[in-house]
């Protein structure tokens, strides 16, 4: 069974473009996570879906993130402007129905010059 | 917000000795812990998870311990190997069963 997958591994971009990171999660898993972690800090929650609805949207930084998940099945997060502090790795987890259990993808370092 | 800490940032042991994690949290209402190893280019890794009805949990290899009391939760690595080498997160799920809270780290090094 394939894991989370996400996609690039790594973005260099520059302040004021736009970046979009995918995440795949596992088949069959309606729950899907993004996670953050800067500078080697806590790794922060910014959002849980259900599906192809958010259900908590509280740890969403600002509204430069956008997340979306057509169809419950892969998700997109979008981040337009980038910031210098926007540089991170951005997780993507899943977890099945009531599991508490989260699968975490290899995440995405995202580098804002 | 919910605060999980831990208490050492590094952690050097030498292979075949035990690892000792410590991990501080701040939430009384959580009721589900779980310890992840992430190591160089991957996720978070599952490792084991413990409920706050428990005060002990036993892997392979590995024990989580949870002091509801003083709000502290530890891992214990039997017999460390180098493969064990990562950063190791602690996380709570505060009041909330699909938020985690997560620790800043720990970095073990096993040495040869």
């Known amino acids: 069974e394939a894991g989370v997958t996400q996609f690039p591994s790594h973005s260099v971009i520059e302040k004021g473009q736009t970046v979009t990171l995918r995440c795949d999660p596992i088949?069959?898993?309606?729950?899907l996570y993004w996670y953050r972690r800067v500078m080697g800090k806590e790794i922060k929650f910014l959002l849980h879906f259900v599906k192809e609805s958010k259900q908590d949207e509280s740890g969403m930084p600002n509204n430069r993130f956008l997340a979306e998940r057509t169809g419950g099945t892969y998700s997109t997060l979008k981040v337009q402007p980038a910031e210098l502090e926007d540089s991170g790795v951005y997780f993507c987890a899943s977890s099945y129905g009531t599991d508490y259990e989260q699968y975490f993808g290899p995440g995405t370092r995202l580098t804002v010059t | 917000g919910e605060s999980v800490g831990l208490h050492l940032p590094t952690l050097s042991v030498q292979e075949g000795d035990n690892s000792i994690i410590n991990c501080a949290y701040s939430n009384s209402a959580s009721d589900y812990f779980i310890w992840y190893k992430q190591e160089s280019g991957k996720g978070p890794q599952f490792i084991i998870d413990?409920?706050?009805?428990?005060d002990k949990r036993q892997g392979q290899r590995v024990t989580v311990l949870l002091n509801k009391t003083v709000k502290h939760l530890s891992l214990q690595i039997a017999a460390t190997q180098p493969g064990d080498s990562a950063v190791y997160f602690c996380a709570e799920n505060g009041d909330n069963f699909n938020k985690f809270y997560f620790g800043s780290g720990t970095k073990l090094n096993v040495k040869p």
């Open positions: 413990i409920r706050s009805n428990m």
């Open positions: 088949s069959g898993h309606d729950n």
